[in-house]
DNA sequence: GAATTTTATATGTGATCACAAAAAAAAATT
DNA sequence: AATTTTTTTTTGTGATCACATATAAAATTC
């Protein structure tokens, strides 16, 4: 029987991967974590087939990894991969925000103002995954007056591969993020000084590159 | 019964996502054409099953579009989504090209001269197909030396995207294709020059901008 | 003859099953 | 006690089925 929200065209297999994805970008997961498609399946109360279907998505996304025998668990990125990840990041970021720019008004940077607020409360009181939600939503909530889906899907699966291992750096590195550079990038936008936004991207972006931890 | 192929460990739906794949990024499908699970399924004689992981699959890299109903179908690029891939090419390729440069030695130039000959062939002969497998393997070539896996990936996902919408394109506008930039590209290689191997492979990717066309 | 309704077919989704192969657990051996 | 072997359990894969719904075809109405 297709089981389907009421009222709703939303398909199982797409809630399945929404949660499953929140869970690894929200640090709920950690790098080496195993799952299986049944305790997945028993934990979402679906059957294995629309965990099959997410698993299968996320791993394409580089969110999941799978053994040579489709054994499913979370990635542990070596530090290759994690600079890799890295380097993406400033580069689409500093792309998506130059070409954001011109199209940041005001209300845009006063709701940009709000988010950053939420942000320094949560680095305060040490909620880590509070603090990455509120981190990606400033980032998010810039990088959308783009206009370019394309770009910020693909960094989106970058944030995906980046999540757990910085969610676990973070448990014993809360000092790096003394200083916000979300208070600069606010007053390069105010200035439309696309020089300086960049460089103010690209340094954000370098603190996480202290936050990683081999497992 | 699970049917693998003897003495592998090659995955059925594994198999049919390279088949699928390789039409698409070869020029066998065109943007709009629609597909159906139980015609794969019969086409590559297995069922449902490995065709829906697979669909799955190229569906989140972008290259095929599901509808609400999620009907299959070759997605249809507008103008601006087409000037996005093209963007992320430039950015990402000339990451690529640099990042390889220094470790691109003699024998690996003498290589891309091979395939840079075989390409320069079949543009003559106008055989599309063929052009753009050497084109690509031209460039796949190089950017392996970077040894950026993931960004690679990430690359190969944006020709997915784009390789119908150039197939067709290609077909009307043969004539694009006469001055070869890739001969710059080799000249500033052996010179290592990153200034200048930056700017060619700009202009390289620039030469595809003009076989957008609208459908 | 064109537009609308009805019927029939095609198609994607979710559930379930069998099976091979991999892990894990238990038993036997050294 | 540690190691190896055997047995059991777990797990992912591929096949098949039922079903809802979207699309196509046929029939009906105006």
Redesign the pocket.
Known sequence: ????KKDS????????YKKLRDNILYGFLRPGD????????SEF?????????S??RLWSEGALK???????SIPTLNSDKFNELIRLRKIIETELAVKAMPRAHKALIDRLELINGKMEFFAKSREASLYIGANMEFHRTLYLRAQSPVMLSILETVWLQLSPTIRFGLSENWNLLDKNEHDYILKALKKKDSEDLSILIDKDVSICENLFLLF
């Open positions: 029987m297709i089981v389907r065209n939303s398909l199982v297999h797409d809630e399945v195993v799952l299986t498609l049944r305790g997945l399946a109360s679906t059957s294995v087939m629309p965990v099959r279907e698993v299968r799978l053994s040579v025998s489709g054994r499913i």
